[in-house]
């Protein structure tokens, strides 16, 4: 059974910084891609980025690219998502999601496995 932990959201001013965790059980392959999805309300899940199972490759939605940095790290079976310069546009709650293949989606559809989210609260 594969479970899904997020945690590290918050309140930050804007221009600050977060940096967001999902800590991953019941997955031993590290072929496994993982991504973040975010929720802000009254709006759909949209992509916010995606890692390869060794992480090698990364994609990211146009909207966080230069601010967000997706990593991961296998021998401790989390991957993270570092959030910088930090707008109101961001508040969201923050889905951790891991899917099998090597496939960067930014589909939702593609992703196998969620975790709870973690709510993420930028104030101007």
């Known amino acids: 059974q594969v479970h899904l932990v997020e945690s590290g959201g918050g309140l930050v001013q804007a221009g600050g910084s977060l940096r967001l965790s999902c800590a991953a059980s019941?997955?031993?392959?590290?072929?496994?891609?993982m991504g973040w999805f975010r929720q802000a309300p009254e709006k759909g899940r949209e992509f916010v980025a995606a890692i390869s199972g060794i992480g090698s490759g990364t994609r990211y939605a146009d909207s966080v690219l230069d601010r967000f940095s997706i990593s991961r790290d296998n021998a401790k079976n989390t991957e993270y998502l570092q959030m910088d310069r930090l707008t109101p546009d961001d508040t969201a709650v923050y889905y951790c999601?891991?899917?099998?293949?090597?496939?960067?989606?930014?589909?939702?559809?593609?992703?196998?496995?969620w975790g709870q989210g973690t709510q993420v609260t930028v104030s101007s």
């Open positions: 999601a891991a899917k099998g293949g090597p496939a960067l989606s930014s589909y939702e559809s593609a992703y196998d496995y």
């Open positions: 019941g997955i031993t392959d590290s072929s496994y891609t």
